[in-house]
């Protein structure tokens, strides 16, 4: 028995040896936030890891909000010292920086993404303006023949396309999208059921009018089972619309161009008159109406203390990499248009910090 | 297995005729009943094999190609004017100045010799990456170690892109349109091309078992993940073992029967079924938190994980040497032990098997579990391989859940692998737990 309590010894020794030993350099760039940028944010990092004299960065994909919680926790080595965002940083996230130190934070507009609304090839084929895709999918409408307003609404009673508007095909609405955690479903009830919600007048008004109410009547997805939360993976949604040809799903551009052989994406509209598919080049010049911007922060204080920050965000909006034959093209990211990406370098350069009013 | 059938003019003294007409009949209902039962418990079986067979084959079928690889051979001119002399560098010089040359331009110069139709710069973009980007550090690697090949043409096997990769391995589908695939017409004829020549291998990926992660399907691997899991797994065992077993051995052995015994084994029992995740909230509150550990790390990772199978440990070893008879306690007194000697000298070896069986399989749950790293940041894009409990690393699980999460078609397979590299390792230790069983467990 004795060896046995050697055996404890030894294996306590060993771990609180280890526990007690200083935590080891950590000179690893930390990146973290939105699931959306985690693939550019990656394939940068490997690159850069292979081809700088610096480690390659350690990402993580938290989610934009997730992630800038993190990063404006604090400063020092168990902070990150970069986060993503598939949207603007936010007053409020900001002031929290502020609150904990963090208090210069430099923006890089680092390109665009689109999201699109597809099926399955085979099924039927429609165009869909953002006017229509609100009557589809929100909680509340305006009722038939009303232009909205408060007094107008209910709950919405629409289970096929051609109930909406006769021109679309004869077919249920089945959508499977992704849910509220998820910064593709915050761009895409910002940009799609409010802006198809502003498309009514009384909207409009209550707008003006109020805006806390028009922005809870407004982003409000119906929970009748029509839109299907779908789970975070985007990949999820694309393998469970091949298994059924009557469903639309709403995902990022990037796994369209992955997939392009068994989807078919929907032309969308902004206005109802000019429909455009989701091509690179209509969401790059910003006429596909479902795009949004993606950013990166990076912590000033960080930078000299943790080695290449700087180099890594260059890396990343660099010419090979978010240029016109960019690695990063190929995975899906919507690049910068020349003038935009030296206005980031710009910032990279002199560490510009950002202000938010 | 056959229906209980009476003996022909059975009677026995109760005067009961067993052959009579109303008593067949409740045999009859008797054995129906029997019959249904097994056939029930029959079908529950085949159902269950059938949904695993069923899985683990389409697993499988989908991982099978992930322990594959295309690869091309070009003819690569290891041109001298390029390339660092060795005849007067040292070792060390020399790697260093071949890691500075553009290997990307040999290659596009092997490819442009084979294709010499292509020109502009969109198509020989295009023709390039019929490689992978991969194959710029596998030529350097290969100029490393045969510096002789310098000033010669040589044919070397460079991996394929991921997507040439699925068209050889047929799971990309290039019969639809060319607008709908990634690949065009021109860089499938070029496929077909090579192919001809015999030039597109598909060979044995040992860098699947040996590397870290990526973002290219065809340069990713599972070491780094399966060395994160066992760094973390052995923190885990190192703190969970000796906790629960002391912890098994106190409550069973020494501890009053009180009342806060009782509370403690309400707790332990609860512990044992509360959601992996709050563990990971813990395991951020105290770890990251208060003691201020470095994130991402198999340290913590492993100490959360113990909290999670310390429930297990204590329930399975106390129940092991609540299972030692006590007469076996009652001999040791009788010859003087004391109650220290009966524990340590007698029941703890006896009841080793059972610790040692609930030890594997509380371990084999941690090694499942992906929820809890979550919080504490092992969900990463991590790509060198950890070398000590305190570097970045991940698990299996996690790299499953980051690659089932990549666009790119590749990954479905490379997922799939990754599923049987896992499962591989869980059917181990679970058989480890069995055969320790049967080896050691003795009955009385």
Known sequence: MRRFNIAVCFASAIFFGANGGSVSAEDNIRVVGSSTVFPFATAAAEEFGNTSVFRTPIVEATGTGGGLKLFCAGIGKNFPDVVNASRRIKKVEMDACQNNGVTEVVEVKIGFDGIVLASAKGAPAMQLSLRNLYLALAARVPAPSTEGGVGNLIDNPYRRWNEIDPTLPDLEISVLGPPPTSGTRDAFNQIVIEGGCRSFAGMQALETADLYRFIALCRAVREDGVYVEAGEN???IVQKLVGNDRALGIFGYSFLSQNADILQAYPISADGNLFLEPTFDAIADGSYPISRSLFLYAKKAHVGVVPGIQEYIREFISERAAGEFGYLLDRGLIPLSDRERTRSLYSVNSLEHLELN | MTDYQPFEHEQDDTGVDWNSPEMQARLHRRNIGDRFFRFVGFFAVTASAFFLVFLLGNIAQKGASGFLQTSIEIDVAFDADILPDPTNLEKDAFAAAVAQVNMQYLIRQALTNRFPEVTGRRDTTRLTRLLSSGARAQLRDIVIKNPELIGTTHRVSLLASDEIDQVVKGNTDVSVDEANRKLTDMELGWLQSLESEGRVTKDLHTRFLTSGDSREPELVGVWGAVAGSGLTLLVTLLTAFP?????????????????????????????????????????????LGLMGMARSAPLVGGLTLALLTLPTIIISARSAIAAVPPSIRDAARGLGASPMQVAFHHVVPLAMPGIMTGTIIGMARALGESAPLLMIGMVAFIVDVPASINDPATVLPVQIFIWADSPERAFIEKTSAAIMVLLFFLITMNGLAIWLRQKFERNW
């Open chain 2, 243 to 287: 906790i629960g077993v002391f912890a098994a051995i106190y409550l069973e052995e020494f501890a009053p029967k009180n009342r806060f015994t009782d509370i403690v084994e309400i707790n332990i029992n609860n512990l044992a079924a509360v959601p992996s995740i709050v563990f990971g909230l813990l395991g951020l509150a105290v770890f």
């Open chain 1, 234 to 236: 985007d990949n999820l």
